[in-house]
């Protein structure tokens, strides 16, 4: 699959993953809850998952915008992985975020320089 198609799908994801956030999605204000994600912070998701998928798509034209969208995402999902361990969460629930840590650091690792 080409890198452009790929930042398309996973961009998708993020504007999906926004707008649970966004309409609190019972499974998405359940996986905060357990993860005791402060009501007073969750407000800032929505934003940042629609930001980062901006960024994802600009990547094919823009690629250090795309690096930086890429590397800030797998710090986002390390910092994801660790609220999993801090909350004593089953391992089974830190799969996706451990899936997409791997994800997102394997394209800012090879993401190309230049067009």
């Known amino acids: 699959m080409a890198i452009r198609k790929i930042h398309g799908v996973l961009a998708a994801i993020q504007v999906a993953d926004a707008a649970a956030c966004a309409?609190?999605?019972?499974?998405?204000?359940?996986?905060?809850d357990d993860l005791g994600v402060p009501h007073r912070i969750r407000w800032i998701f929505p934003p940042i998952k629609a930001a980062s998928a901006v960024g994802l798509i600009a990547a094919g034209r823009y690629p250090a915008l795309g690096r930086l969208t890429t590397a800030m995402l797998a710090l986002y999902f390390l910092l994801a992985v660790g609220a999993h361990v801090r909350a004593h969460d089953k391992p089974v629930?830190?799969?996706p975020a451990a899936g997409f840590l791997a994800t997102y650091l394997a394209l800012t690792l090879r993401h190309p320089q230049g067009r």
């Open 23 to 32: 309409l609190k999605a019972p499974p998405v204000v359940k996986a905060f």
């Open 93 to 95: 629930n830190a799969i």
